[in-house]
């Protein structure tokens, strides 16, 4: 019998690594019927839900940055993605679906987006080229658990590397990075055993429940034996102490600078758009500044003091904006403050800023002292907001967190404690990255040699590294 290889999650990790795996055998000429049968099992009735909505529907695809660029801006260290992002680089992701009818643009910020800003486009494509290329999806097929068995003579997975046992982190060394189980298949919650010889993980995290990501595979690698690093939602609005935020709510800032500060620490800043809430602010800059602030809120101990210092008027000094507000004070000189900084701030913003400044709004503007005068230019510049918590997973665009890749091989994705089990997507801790490329790395060539090729000779192997089946391959 041919081996089977199952893929759980139908998202683009799962999706693109049916479609990596079936151009595979295509490249190799195996004729269908010796080639390995391909499932992806997906829970919901459709697969790519949470792509649909990705850049508010619109389909925020890839970065046309630099490959050292997107690397650098991975959380945590991006060097793990190194040989997934260069196997399959933004400009593969890009080639493949204009190649699959979907034509693509760049936009500011070097966002990259189908033409039709459909994100719909985007899950059409990855589905058809699947199911073209061979791949078997059963959709409305939730699985309980992956199937296994103890090896009795552990050996190392036939995709692992030989440098393995050298990495600096070295958190399990000698035979305790050797495969002591064996992947078997998985079980549905319908009570169906689907067997195979490799499975897939491409579960996804926690966020956005709603479109199948559970977490499902958090608990399946623990019951492994994989360690799971402590997950929180990233890329999620922040709820703030401030109630005044709730009367702003709706309004829109651009091109403002937001600096995170932890334990009176400034940790990261971002430039552009923010956005007031009911419940505290989102909006680009807060997305790429949450997950830090998550970090520090929901995973550290005691939890840290986390703060928003948003800068008013980012292009104007200090200096500069000290001239500008007494000539806003001259010009409005016997009008109450609250009324006298409607050239320089929005409306629903001068209220908390004189309250922050410890100025009484219906203070007459031309009796305003010196030194109010300064503390009013510190807080246009420094607009503090303290950071009580985060919005839920059902408003947090990734998770930060999940199983720990000094567990998993980077050039292959390969579990390094279960024989064909493998990883993909946002299941593992390091495959959350900033909103600009998070679809990016959703796109990773999952396991660039999942079958070893010798010249014409396709080798296919068995989980203890003795050949199995060799299969000639005909021109």
Not at 47 to 73: D, F, H, V, Y
Not at 115 to 142: F, H, K, M, Y
């Amino acid at each position: 019998m041919n081996k089977r290889i199952i893929i759980v999650g139908g998202g683009p990790a799962g999706l693109m690594a049916g479609i990596a795996l079936a151009e595979e055998f295509d490249d190799l000429c195996i004729p269908s019927e010796k080639r390995p049968e391909i499932i992806l099992v997906e829970k919901m009735q459709k697969c790519g839900r949470k792509l649909r909505i990705t850049g508010k529907g619109r389909g925020n695809l890839t970065n046309a940055s630099t490959l050292p660029e997107i690397i650098s801006n991975i959380p945590g260290g991006g060097s793990f993605l190194n040989s997934s992002l260069r196997a399959f680089t933004n400009d593969d992701v890009v080639s493949f679906f204009e190649e699959a009818d979907v034509p693509i643009k760049v936009e500011r910020g070097n966002r990259v987006f189908p033409v039709s800003d459909n994100a719909e486009d985007l899950v059409t494509a990855l589905t058809v080229s699947a199911r073209q290329l061979g791949v078997r999806i059963r959709t409305s097929s939730p699985v309980a658990g992956l199937l296994w068995e103890q090896l009795t003579s552990p050996n190392f997975n036939y995709l692992q590397d030989k440098t393995m046992d050298k990495r600096k982190s070295g958190i399990k060394k000698s035979a305790n990075l050797m495969p002591q189980k064996r992947i078997k298949g998985v079980r549905l919650r319908s009570g169906e055993e689907i067997l195979a010889d490799i499975v897939i993980v491409a579960t996804g995290g926690l966020s956005y429940p709603a479109t199948g990501s559970s977490g499902d595979g958090y608990g399946w690698a623990r019951s492994l034996g994989h360690t799971i690093v402590a997950t929180f939602p990233a890329l999620v609005p922040l709820e703030t102490e401030d109630d005044w935020t709730a009367e702003a709510a709706g309004l829109t800032l651009k091109n403002v600078r937001a600096t995170l500060r932890i334990d009176g620490v400034d940790e990261g800043q971002e430039f552009g758009e923010l956005l007031f809430t009911h419940f505290g602010v989102s909006g680009p800059i807060v997305l790429r500044l949450s997950r830090r602030a998550s970090e520090a809120l929901n995973v550290q101990a005691p939890p840290a003091f986390v703060e928003i210092l948003i800068d008013l008027k980012p292009a104007l000094t200090r200096n500069q904006l000290s001239v500008r507000l007494d000539r806003d004070i001259e010009k409005y000189a016997g009008k109450v403050m609250k009324n006298a900084l409607v050239d320089l701030l929005p409306m629903k913003l001068i209220g908390p800023i004189l309250d922050q400044s410890f100025i009484d709004g219906m203070q007459i503007a031309n009796g305003l002292s010196r030194e109010s005068r300064f503390r009013l230019v510190d807080t246009v510049k420094s607009l503090s907001l303290v950071v009580a918590g985060t919005r839920p997973y059902t408003e947090a665009i990734v998770t930060a967190g999940g199983v720990d890749t000094d567990e998993i091989i980077p050039k292959t994705m390969a579990s390094r404690l279960i024989s064909g089990l493998y990883w993909a997507g946002e299941v593992s801790i390091l495959m959350v990255i900033p909103a600009d490329t998070i679809c990016r790395q959703l796109f990773p060539l999952v396991m660039q040699r999942v079958l070893q090729r010798q010249g014409r000779l396709l080798r296919i192997y068995q989980n203890n590294g003795k050949i199995k089946q060799n299969i000639t391959v005909q021109s």
